[in-house]
């Protein structure tokens, strides 16, 4: 059973940070996906990084978010820069394992004006 284990999540201020983290019970992932969904707004893809490292980003994040994973391939990150109001929403990360896609549990991020 694989669980998928995303952190870092919190309440920051405008023109803050925030890592996030999603690790997968040691598991070696080839796709990692971040998503968020906001109150009353659909689940919306933020960020991508594909098994040859290819990365793909909403045209929100772009130039503010960065999607990457460690050298084992077991955990994943995306950082984020410049927060703004519109980005609170809880985070989910989606990884593929050798066998199948594991969705994490989710963390909040709150960004306050």
């Known amino acids: 059973q694989v669980r998928v284990v995303a952190s870092g999540g919190g309440l920051v201020q405008a023109g803050g940070s925030l890592r996030l983290s999603c690790a997968a019970s040691?598991?070696?992932?080839?796709?990692n996906k971040w998503y968020r969904q906001a109150p009353g707004k659909q689940r919306e893809l933020v960020a991508a990084?594909?098994?040859?490292?290819?990365?793909n980003y909403a045209d929100s994040v772009k130039g503010r978010f960065t999607i990457s994973r460690d050298n084992a391939k077991t955990t994943g990150y995306l950082q984020m820069n410049n927060l703004t109001p519109e980005d609170t929403a809880v985070y989910y990360c989606?990884?593929?394992?050798?066998?199948?896609?594991?969705w994490g549990q989710g963390t909040q991020v709150t960004v306050s004006s």
């Open positions: 989606l990884v593929l394992t050798s066998d199948r896609y594991y």
């Open positions: 040691g598991r070696i992932f080839s796709i």
């Open positions: 990084l594909n098994s040859g490292g290819d990365t």
